[in-house]
């Protein structure tokens, strides 16, 4: 048996211009993105077959007390009502730091943040801990699982070759509102090339919502969009493409589907679709590599919203409980929206890495904060207890939030041994749109500042 112990500290400054952005959804650089103070990571390994990690983390939780500006809201298919932050010093402040001493109001409670306990041989491997997860080749994001929830817990199998791929995942989501019932992500996908620079990935999944898991929806061989079991089920499917265009150019595809009615179908359910697709261009500039995409996002309104059982993650900020955040499971920017990235990159090989990006998002009135179901009169209330009726094209509305983000980001591997310097600006502007009028107003401007510095031993 083989092991390891070692430690990172690091050491982050804050500072933005707007305290009116004063929640973690206002930040680029948020709460899944910031470094606690101190990690101590164990790993043990026995021959090539066996892998153990985990992780305790020394910080500041991103709750305080004084963080008593909280609403309570109705919030999708949860059963009770949500306290959601509506003024949070950890991003309220002008500046501060992730340094927890004296010791912090209250301490990061979350952890291990990083495990693994993991078996495999060349064609196999069964995966159970936390950590992030990620389906897809996305930039701005990725429509099923998307890598912006940094602590899922998650079993996973995986069947592999040369060519070909069968994954199968469980993620056993968090539940701070109701502690008896269990939100689990059943996922099975395939990958397999089609042809020799181009390869497909399927997947097929299902979120259970229930007091006890069924046994028979476990089964991972079972076609889920066969179940018809609407109070604990809701499915939803995906293609990809992943296409080598040139050896410098390539092409990443996504589509996911929700719910579709066919013409036969009453529409008393809207569809509910989104899709993503970017261009990339790398080329190499001695001694570093650079890289260019261009990337278009598309969700519409009720896209991962269902009346009984939906695709929210509720997450409860001291020690899953306390203050909640919300977020999609799948695109971080959420449904009814539409986002356009540019981004560009340089890479110095164990050196240096910067990255910009400009970033245009549309977003309508189908927030997670708002009802999915549209009633029509007094007898039929705007609710999330009806069944999901936004119909698209996003955004929906007369009223939309319209955002340009500019970022700039870098880690630098400073010549001392195990220190590196990172840093990010981000510069927000928003604004509501009023599209029956085509007039703007609500200006909001802030700029965002992250500096930090890490070593390692």
Request: a negative charge; charged letters at 20%; one cysteine or more.
């Amino acid at each position: 048996m083989r092991y390891r112990i070692s430690s990172t500290f690091n050491l982050e400054g804050y500072a933005h211009t707007n305290p009116t952005f004063s929640t973690s959804h206002d930040w680029i650089r948020s709460l899944d993105q910031r470094e606690p103070f101190a990690r101590f990571f164990v790993e043990a390994a026995r021959g090539e077959h066996f892998y153990f990690s985990t992780s305790i983390d020394v910080g500041v939780s991103p709750v305080m007390r004084h963080d008593d500006k909280t609403e309570s809201l109705s919030i999708g298919a949860f059963d009770s009502n949500v306290d959601v932050h509506q003024d949070a010093v950890r991003f309220s402040s002008y500046v501060l730091t992730n340094f927890p001493f004296p010791m912090p109001d209250l301490p990061i409670g979350d952890w291990p943040h990083d495990s693994q306990l993991s078996l495999g041989t060349q064609w196999w491997s069964l995966s159970i801990g936390r950590g992030r997860l990620k389906w897809g080749n996305g930039v701005s994001g990725d429509l099923v699982i998307g890598d912006h929830i940094s602590n899922h817990q998650h079993l996973s199998f995986s069947i592999f070759g040369d060519t070909s791929k069968l994954h199968l995942l469980y993620i056993f989501l968090p539940n701070p509102l109701e502690e008896s019932v269990q939100r689990i992500f059943l996922a099975h996908r395939f990958e397999f090339e089609c042809f020799k620079k181009a390869r497909i990935s399927i997947s097929e999944n299902v979120m259970y919502k229930g007091p006890e898991p069924i046994i028979r929806y476990m089964d991972p061989t079972y076609v889920y969009h066969n179940i018809y079991d609407r109070t604990h089920l809701n499915s939803i499917a995906s293609i990809e493409l992943d296409w080598a265009i040139l050896p410098s150019i390539s092409m990443h595809g996504q589509f996911v589907l929700d719910q579709y009615q066919l013409p036969t179908e009453s529409d008393y359910e809207a569809n509910a679709m989104g899709y993503l697709v970017n261009l990339s261009y790398s080329w190499q500039q001695r001694p570093g590599y650079w890289t260019a995409t261009i990337e278009y996002g598309y969700t519409d309104p009720v896209l991962y919203r269902r009346d009984g059982v939906d695709f929210l993650v509720a997450r409860g900020l001291s020690n899953n409980h306390g203050a909640t955040r919300i977020d999609f499971l799948g695109y971080s920017w959420g449904s009814d929206g539409q986002v356009l990235q540019a981004t560009g990159s340089y890479l110095l090989p164990n050196i240096l890495q910067v990255t910009g990006s400009i970033t245009f998002h549309r977003q309508g009135e189908l927030t997670f904060k708002a009802p999915h179901h549209k009633g029509d009169g007094a007898g039929d209330p705007d609710s999330n207890a009806g069944a999901p009726n936004v119909n698209g094209p996003a955004p929906s509305g007369d009223n939309h939030t319209e955002r340009v983000i500019c970022s700039l980001s870098f880690r630098w591997e400073t010549p001392l041994p195990s220190l590196a310097v990172h840093g990010q600006v981000d510069w927000i502007t928003r604004w509501t749109y009023h599209k029956p009028s085509h007039t703007r107003s609500a200006s909001n401007v802030d700029f965002q500042f992250t500096l930090g510095l890490s070593y390692s031993f």
